[in-house]
């Protein structure tokens, strides 16, 4: 059975003292439950399921752990299983089932990113990222509910390299993400934040006034919890992982290489490749209202649709992914396959991307511990200062 993983090294060592002074009574095994008594201040009840050769839930009656921490008496434990000492019994359980200890779900199988099958490489492991965490199963209904009411929205997942990170998942230049979420529950509203990498989920942030969790959080140095909102936003990250299965082995380096054989007159790897041809455009519209001007876009690609997310065009663009318009139209947006009218509005769009990442992440750092509301531009770009001015230069030069 793998355990060690559940406790900082702090908790493991206070349990294997507490295992080596006979602290733990009395270990029963009744089918894939574990029940203990362990003498500490008080004698405290220990109860353990198992799903396999995985840890279901684990709980202890003692204060540290009914506050929803792993504790010593539960690691003790463990240290007595994986020694063998515990009797296997068929009759009446060591302590009622009525007694009021709070279980912490470990790994719970109806957790959709467990149910779910994989397909083939998964670089983002959401399953270990899962077990990692403390999920109690009450919660995880509740943000299930969340999540399919749409009361907690995945808006965006961005990836990345930082050499100043150095997590479980990588050796301090792997790919990590940030996914970002927005909460519309009632009266409760605010944005919510995950940091990830490979296998486990680092940081979390919750802005929702009235939340518990109302704080940027390090989750590698304390409490594995994350609050409703928090897990409703990994339930629906964990579930477009599954989907897209974005990223690689590819470090920081290995990607400054790639990007370094795309430079202008290198070329690529693989030798010189046909242009393509160049079929799309973007054709701007401008709005005046209460708040001013602003303007928004249609592709036309064949047919016009209208662009609901300018970041989400850009983003696709820059990667060369495919994006659905409309219903089920599928267009394979590159930038060599835009015409050059549509070229000069997607640099403008770009330009607006920027900016506005360049102020969210100044605004972010300046109040990295108090709330602050991400902005988004959705479909539509407000129009005032340089920004008018760019839009009317490409007018006044016959773009437009």
């Known amino acids: 059975m793998k355990w060690a993983y559940l406790f900082s090294s702090t908790i493991r060592a206070r349990g294997a003292r507490y295992y080596r002074d006979g602290n733990v009574q009395k270990v029963e095994k009744r089918g894939n439950r574990f029940e203990a008594l362990v003498r500490g201040e008080h004698a405290y009840k220990v109860r353990i399921v198992t799903q396999g050769d995985m840890v279901k839930t684990v709980s202890c009656s003692c204060p540290y752990a009914v506050g929803g921490m792993k504790c010593k008496h539960m690691a003790a434990v463990f240290f007595a299983i994986e020694n063998g000492e515990y009797q296997e019994v068929d009759g009446d359980a060591l302590f009622s089932e009525e007694e009021p200890v709070k279980e912490v779900c470990i790994w719970e199988p109806e957790a959709p990113w467990e149910s779910e099958p994989l397909f083939g490489y998964q670089y983002f492991d959401y399953r270990a990222m899962g077990r990692e965490l403390q999920i109690r199963k009450p919660l995880l209904q509740e943000a299930a509910g969340l999540a399919e009411k749409g009361k907690v929205a995945l808006d965006d997942v961005r990836l990345g390299y930082t050499d100043t990170y150095y997590g479980k998942g990588g050796q301090g230049r792997g790919l990590l993400g940030i996914a970002y979420g927005t909460v519309r529950d009632g009266k409760s509203t605010g944005q919510v934040m995950l940091f990830f990498d490979k296998i486990s989920v680092v940081e979390a942030r919750c802005d929702v006034r009235w939340c518990s ?174 920004r008018l001015d760019a839009l009317y230069a490409l007018d006044r030069a016959g773009v437009g």
């Not at 054989?261 to 973007?282: C, F, H, I, K, S």
């Not at 992914?321 to 947006?333: I, Q």
């Open 213 to 386: 969790c109302h704080y940027m959080r390090r989750l590698r140095y304390g409490s594995q919890q994350l609050c409703r909102h928090e897990l409703a936003l990994f339930g629906l990250l964990a579930e477009y992982l599954r989907r897209v299965n974005p990223g690689d082995e590819t470090d920081s380096a290995g990607a400054a290489f790639l990007a370094m054989t795309r430079m202008p007159g290198l070329g690529p790897l693989d030798g010189p490749q046909e242009a393509e041809e160049a079929v799309l455009d973007l054709l701007p519209r401008v709005h005046r209202d209460y708040y001013g001007l602003s303007v928004s876009f249609r592709i036309d690609c064949g047919k016009k649709f209208i662009v609901k997310d300018l970041e989400e065009l850009v983003d696709q663009t820059e990667r060369g992914a495919k994006a659905v318009f409309g219903k089920n139209t599928e267009v394979l947006l590159k930038e060599s396959r835009f015409t050059d009218h549509g070229k000069k509005y997607l640099d403008f769009i770009r330009g607006v991307v920027l900016d506005e990442e360049a102020r969210n992440d100044s605004m972010r750092s300046a109040e990295r511990w108090s709330s602050y509301r991400e902005t988004k531009i959705g479909g539509s770009i407000a129009l005032y200062g340089s």
